[in-house]
């Protein structure tokens, strides 16, 4: 477990900080636009994309290493953030620009969280696959809660920018537990 346990709390990190940036977003959107459609269509935006990954998802984490699989998904997420807040930083952010984003990641969101879900059997042993289910479970619903939470807490003091600033942070954290931790290739 202790494999798991080291990628299971770099995904922790990196999935509040990640809630982090998409509340701040909200509100950013919402300070823009006043608008529940503008905040509806990101959402939507980030969906749209995981369905037609979710036909072929499978497939290339079968073929492809997972351990990249998922490094690429969490560089990929990074990269938009970094691109999203500098966008910011420079007053060139645009409601398209978080269309956009959102598109890309939740294509990659599909894939990465496969990858994931397949190396869990390949590093936990079966008698504690319920146990990592259960810190599956909390990686998800406790992002959800205290990502969220958090951003509403340092939004008026950091901004933007600053809640940006600690999502590459915890990305930095989940590349690196990940970077480290041997994940097995199955044949």
């Known amino acids: 477990m202790r494999i798991f346990t080291l990628i299971w709390c770099g995904q922790l990190v990196s999935s509040i900080g990640s809630y982090m940036t998409f509340f701040a977003l909200t509100l950013w959107t919402w300070e823009q636009t006043g608008s529940a459609t503008a905040l509806a269509l990101i959402t939507l935006c980030l969906k749209l994309l995981q369905i037609p990954t979710a036909l072929f998802a499978g497939m290339v984490v079968d073929r492809f290493n997972r351990k990249h699989l998922m490094l690429t998904g969490d560089g990929i997420s990074a990269g938009i953030t970094l691109g999203v807040g ?94 480290v931790a041997p994940i097995p290739q199955p044949p």
């Not at 910011?88 to 952010?93: A, D, F, P, R, V």
């Open 86 to 179: 500098l966008l910011y930083m420079t007053q060139q952010l645009q409601l398209w620009h978080l269309y956009l984003a959102a598109a890309i990641a939740g294509g990659f969101m599909g894939i990465q969280g496969l990858a994931y879900q397949a190396s869990v059997a390949l590093i936990v042993p079966k008698a504690q696959y319920t146990r990592a289910g259960s810190m599956g479970a909390v990686v998800h619903y406790g992002s959800n809660i205290a990502g969220p939470a958090l951003a509403g807490v340092l939004y008026p003091a950091i901004g933007l920018s600053g809640i940006v600033g600690v999502d590459l942070a915890t990305f930095a954290i989940a590349f690196f537990t990940l970077l």
